[in-house]
């Protein structure tokens, strides 16, 4: 019985202080609407096409008991209408995903999204997409130090 109530004690005392020591985890998650617009390049004809609507978050955050936050996401545009240089409509989708994680110690940080718009025309145009990759890793100062961009455009037909 001594030995039974030692390691119970023994492992409260441990349990105990680890959580003294240590911060519980957290999360929560969050769905935002935001205004968006832009604009690209047809590469099927050249025409300019400028974009807007409105563009739905679900965005996760999560923070360990050491302080590292991960921010997390999915966006997908709601209700987007392309209008062309030269007179051609555009209905675009689009979905993106996206990451930030960060240490609760300093500046360090990286941040990456990628993204996939197809813009389908509503007449004689060609419909088109675009895929983007972006990541930026930032220094314990908060500098960039390193930027990676791939932006690619395709003509569907």
């Known amino acids: 019985m001594r030995l039974v109530v030692s390691f119970l004690a023994a492992t409260g005392l441990a349990l105990g202080g680890v959580a003294a020591w240590a911060a519980p985890a957290t999360s929560s998650t969050s769905n935002i609407e935001l205004p968006v617009s832009g604009s690209v390049v047809n590469p099927c ?25 991960t921010l997390s996401g999915h966006v997908n545009f709601q209700g987007i209408q392309g209008q062309g240089s030269l007179g051609n409509t555009y209905q675009v989708t689009n979905t993106a995903n996206f990451e930030l994680t960060a240490s609760g110690d300093s500046a360090q ?34 500098q960039p130090t390193a930027v990676v961009t791939r932006n690619e455009t395709s003509c569907q037909g």
Not at 46 to 51: L, T
Not at 63 to 69: A, H
């Open 45 to 69: 004809t050249g025409e300019s096409v400028a974009w807007q609507g409105t563009a739905h978050f679900v965005v996760h955050q999560t923070v360990t008991s050491n302080g590292r936050e």
């Open 109 to 142: 940080n990286e941040f990456t999204t990628t993204a996939a718009f197809l813009f389908v025309s509503q007449g004689p145009a060609p419909n088109f997409d675009s895929h983007t990759t972006y990541h930026v890793t930032f220094d314990a100062s908060g």
